[in-house]
């Protein structure tokens, strides 16, 4: 797996291309991956030396920050209250508003994937914080092209102005002159949230749910009682 290059001179010796030994069409991806890996570079170096007021500062890793805050909404969402609200309605309709809050339920019980296919869902609808949360998502894991492609897409979302859901303050924008060829999502979450018995939620959640069958496949859904449980499940 190729690593994003540390440096600009790292990117430009990966870059390098010998004369007489590559065609035209070479010389030309060569071109295109440089400029792939400098606009990567530059954006991982914005987001490095953020401001003060931004969340990502140089003294905590990147993926460090973005895993802390993606826990930090999740929990914000599920401990909403009108969360068991919009499960119900999820359940009976797959209403977005509650497939954001049936994603970070999956998440903070280590069911990403299915975190992720219910967060891509209700972004489809318009909301910016199942955005941001994929955004974060993507930046835990260190894949920043996504990152970007996602801050992309809170920008877009901000704009249309579909979905007002918002279940944690969080603001989140492009900044207003970001550097060239940079996308890098500023926004403010609260200090803290109360916790949640995640290693009780994991054992629960097996029982809360349908199986993983049907016309999404492989796919997590919730049942009815979910929504009955769902006081107890998101308190410590």
Same mark, same amino acid.
Do not use: K
């Given at each position: 797996?190729?690593?994003?290059?540390?440096?600009?001179?790292?990117?430009?010796?990966?870059?390098?291309?010998f004369q007489g030994e590559y065609t035209d069409a070479d010389l030309e991806q060569s071109r295109r991956t440089l400029a792939g890996q400098l606009h990567e570079l530059r954006w991982v170096q914005f987001l490095s030396?953020?401001?003060?007021?931004?969340?990502?500062?140089?003294?905590?890793?990147?993926?460090?920050?973005?895993?802390?805050?993606? +826990?930090?909404?999740?929990?914000?969402? @599920?401990?909403?209250?009108? #969360?068991?609200?919009?499960?119900?309605?999820?359940?009976?309709?797959?209403?977005?508003?509650?497939?954001?809050?049936?994603?970070?339920?999956?998440?903070?019980?280590?069911?990403?994937?299915?975190?992720?296919?219910?967060?891509?869902?209700?972004?489809?609808?318009?909301? @910016?914080?199942?955005?941001?949360?994929?955004?974060?998502?993507?930046?835990?894991?260190?894949?920043?092209?996504?990152?970007?492609?996602?801050?992309?897409?809170?920008?877009?979302?901000?704009?249309?102005?579909?979905?007002?859901?918002?279940?944690?303050?969080?603001? #989140?924008?492009?900044?207003?002159?970001?550097?060239?060829?940079?996308?890098? %999502?500023?926004?403010?979450?609260?200090?803290?949230?109360?916790? %949640?018995?995640?290693?009780?939620?994991?054992?629960?959640?097996?029982?809360? +749910?349908?199986?993983?069958?049907?016309?999404?496949?492989?796919?997590?859904?919730?049942?009815?009682?979910?929504?009955?449980?769902?006081? #107890?499940? @998101?308190?410590?």
């Amino acid at each position: 797996m190729n690593r994003t290059p540390r440096s600009i001179d790292e990117a430009l010796r990966r870059a390098r291309v010998f004369q007489g030994e590559y065609t035209d069409a070479d010389l030309e991806q060569s071109r295109r991956t440089l400029a792939g890996q400098l606009h990567e570079l530059r954006w991982v170096q914005f987001l490095s030396t953020a401001p003060a007021g931004c969340p990502h500062t140089p003294s905590a890793a990147l993926h460090e920050q973005a895993a802390h805050d993606l +826990r930090l909404l999740c929990r914000g969402t @599920v401990q909403h209250r009108e #969360a068991s609200g919009h499960i119900s309605a999820f359940e009976r309709d797959r209403a977005p508003d509650g497939a954001l809050t049936f994603a970070g339920l999956l998440y903070l019980a280590d069911e990403e994937e299915g975190a992720q296919f219910w967060w891509h869902y209700a972004a489809g609808a318009g909301s @910016v914080t199942a955005a941001l949360c994929v955004y974060l998502l993507h930046l835990r894991r260190g894949e920043m092209r996504d990152a970007a492609h996602w801050a992309g897409q809170i920008q877009r979302l901000n704009t249309l102005g579909w979905n007002t859901y918002t279940p944690v303050e969080h603001h #989140a924008a492009l900044p207003a002159r970001p550097p060239e060829s940079a996308s890098a %999502v500023q926004y403010r979450l609260p200090a803290s949230r109360p916790g %949640v018995c995640e290693d009780a939620l994991r054992d629960a959640l097996d029982d809360l +749910r349908t199986p993983c069958a049907g016309a999404l496949g492989p796919v997590p859904q919730p049942i009815p009682a979910l929504a009955a449980h769902w006081a #107890a499940l @998101v308190t410590c």
